[in-house]
């Protein structure tokens, strides 16, 4: 048995956040049966469908979401049964139905708990299961412009003629969807202690808004309304041109700014004192663009990619999805995964969103047909004997299992965001998590100027180091002494978890990578987090979260009619590839109880990212 092999999982719903929340499980070998209504999730007619057919079997977004699970059809209006049955048997249930029509189904913790208390159950709704606006209609759209995220997008806006952009596809969904999975991982890691169950009450606005880079503590602290509008705090940052296409670039550091300026023969423009020094460049940013624009449109693309990134600047092509599929970075990692169906044929598949290295992930069967499961479900597998207990009696939640991770401690090596935010999620879940800082160079994100407007400048004070340090311990270490290595070694010992967001060999290079750690706590899980992955040709290039839609295509796919590919108005790439880390250590940590294995999870920005560019894609 290997990671969530012989994990019982239910998923009822339409389109996108429960199904890809299951998808997360089944791909780590979890069983998942998904349940449809007769006409099936609204998925198989979505599309895209292949040369102008509208075969609800050949849909690519339901083929891309459905992997490794067995469908069958439950018919509410004619079967009372069989949904009770499924309840007994699982260990998990996940749905998106909407508060009105899981009372119409039957869809109650209550009832369900009573037949099998060790359940754990995640409602994904809209807007919650309370509140004022509980019974809302909305889509995918409306959460994108709900949380707050559309309203930021495009970014550095000089049109306010034009609307607020939604990312393209069902990102806020694919988003709610990976926060499901990782809060219902957590509940399922502390059933298998406890044998308790747990309802989770999921609001997708609430996530997204919770997301969106730093701009409510911003709003709260300096009270500033963000908006797509107006002028880059960082600066050079956009997309420009260069002879065969788009390239994108960010410089956020003043030692990145003069290896930009050696790259570009330190032309005469950029020695001028207009353009020295931060704020000054962000005065000046309009200047600034059109003569960094004169300059980059005598590039190539791939090029200039190479050439900046061995200066270690981040510049990332803006790619369209069949670039993307030509990518030696993701081909020479696996990314790509062909997937044979009985009626779609042979298509390529998008790869995981993390590598890991014990190798759980795996696409072991193609999504199903409509019902193409119906026999097996209601075979004896499935059946209850009603002479023996339905489940083992459940202990009593105390104040010591109440939180879901508790008893998880965390060492954090992470900084910024990406990190972090995997890390304020475990520790909002109930983990101890130790953040630990260098004192040689502590978090970038304290010295980011989103102070108080009332307070000096101070690095306890910066709005976006207090919202991703949420909950957290803080250690202050210098890793470059035997001393600080040796209380990283007890803390690790002492630790079911490691995160870490190092260059490439970091952690190596310190004494402290995954093996060295592996020796002192054989069970460790360990998750790292990196721009581009750890291995391949481009393992060693830098990455900032704006530049991973450019790279994934979703810029390509973004944008106003008629015009450019768009950025999609935040750091895409630092919270999706911090929640994937999550999802991953919750799962990694379930797996863990049951079969005593730890394990190494490898997330970088682009993976991650990639992998919810589906409906393109397919």
């Not at 020094?277 to 190539?300: M, P, S, T, V």
């Not at 721009?531 to 530049?547: L, Q, S, V, W």
């Not at 108005?569 to 797996?591: E, F, K, Q």
Request: glycine content about 10%; some cysteine.
């Amino acid at each position: 048995m290997h990671g969530l092999e012989g994990v019982k999982v239910l998923e009822l719903g339409n389109l996108v956040s429960a199904a890809y929340a299951t998808k997360i499980m089944a791909d780590l070998g979890a069983d998942v049966i998904k349940v449809e209504e007769p006409g099936g999730d609204q998925a198989r007619r979505r599309g895209p469908f292949p040369h102008g057919s509208h075969d609800p079997e050949q849909s690519g977004l339901f083929l891309a979401l459905n992997t490794n699970k067995r469908s069958c059809i439950w018919d509410p209006t004619q079967d009372t049964a069989t949904l009770s049955r499924l309840v007994t048997w699982a260990d998990m249930l996940v749905h998106n139905y909407s508060p009105a029509r899981m009372n119409a189904l039957g869809i109650n913790y209550n009832t369900f708990s009573d037949i099998n208390p060790r359940l754990v159950m995640c409602s994904i709704t809209p807007f919650g299961l309370s509140g004022p606006h509980k019974d809302y209609q909305a889509y995918e759209l409306t959460i994108a412009h709900g949380g707050g995220w559309a309203w930021l997008s495009p970014g550095g806006s000089d049109r306010p003629d034009l609307p607020p952009l939604k990312a393209a596809g069902h990102q806020a969904d694919f988003q709610g969807g990976v926060a499901a999975a990782t809060t219902t991982l957590a509940a399922y890691y502390r059933a298998l202690h406890t044998g308790q169950g747990e309802h989770i009450d999921f609001s997708t606005q609430a996530y997204i808004a919770s997301f969106v880079d730093v701009s409510a503590p911003n709003y709260t602290y300096q009270g500033q309304i963000a908006t797509r509008l107006g002028k880059r705090v960082l600066v050079p940052w956009g997309i420009f041109p260069c002879q065969d296409g788009l390239t994108f670039v960010v410089i956020a550091e003043e030692d990145q700014w003069q290896r930009l300026v050696q790259l570009m023969g330190t032309p005469e423009w950029a020695t001028l004192d207009i353009f020295q020094g931060l704020a000054n460049r962000a005065k000046n940013q309009d200047l600034l663009h059109f003569y960094l624009a004169e300059w980059i449109k005598e590039w190539k693309v791939e090029e200039l990619f190479h050439a900046a990134q061995a200066q270690r600047l981040c510049f990332a092509p803006v790619f369209s999805m069949a670039q993307l599929a030509q990518q030696e970075q993701l081909r020479a990692r696996y990314f790509f995964v062909e997937v044979s169906h009985s009626r779609a044929g042979t298509l390529t598949h998008l790869g995981a969103p993390y590598r890991l290295h014990e190798p759980w992930w795996k696409i072991r069967r193609s999504a199903p047909l409509l019902g193409e499961h119906n026999s097996e479900v209601s075979s004896s597998e499935f059946q209850v004997s009603s002479s023996q207990p339905l489940t083992p009696s459940p202990q009593p939640l105390t104040p010591s299992t109440h939180s879901l991770l508790t008893g998880v401690r965390v060492t954090d090596f992470s900084w910024v965001w990406a990190g972090p935010f995997c890390a304020l999620h475990l520790a909002h879940l109930g983990a101890e998590v130790i953040k630990i800082e260098s004192q040689v160079h502590i978090d970038l994100a304290r010295r980011i100027a989103y102070y108080p407007a009332d307070m000096e400048p101070g690095v306890n004070r910066c709005a976006l180091f207090k919202q991703w340090g949420q909950g957290k311990k803080g250690v202050l270490l210098n890793l470059t002494t035997e001393k600080g290595l040796g209380i990283v070694k007890e803390l690790i010992a002492q630790s079911d978890v490691g995160l870490q967001k190092f260059a490439t060999g970091g952690m190596d290079g310190l004494g402290v990578g995954y093996e060295e750690l592996k020796k002192i706590k054989p069970d460790i899980v360990m998750a790292s987090i990196s721009g581009y992955g750890h291995t391949g040709p481009h393992r060693n290039y830098m990455a900032y979260g704006p530049a991973i839609p450019p790279l994934t295509g979703l810029s390509s796919m973004t944008g106003y009619e008629g015009g450019l590919p768009q950025e999609v108005g935040m750091a895409y790439g630092d919270p999706t590839s911090g929640i994937h880390a999550a999802v991953a250590i919750c799962a990694a940590l379930a797996a863990r109880t049951r079969t005593g294995q730890g394990q190494h999870i490898a997330v970088s920005f682009w993976e991650s990212d990639a992998a919810l560019v589906t409906e393109g894609w397919m």
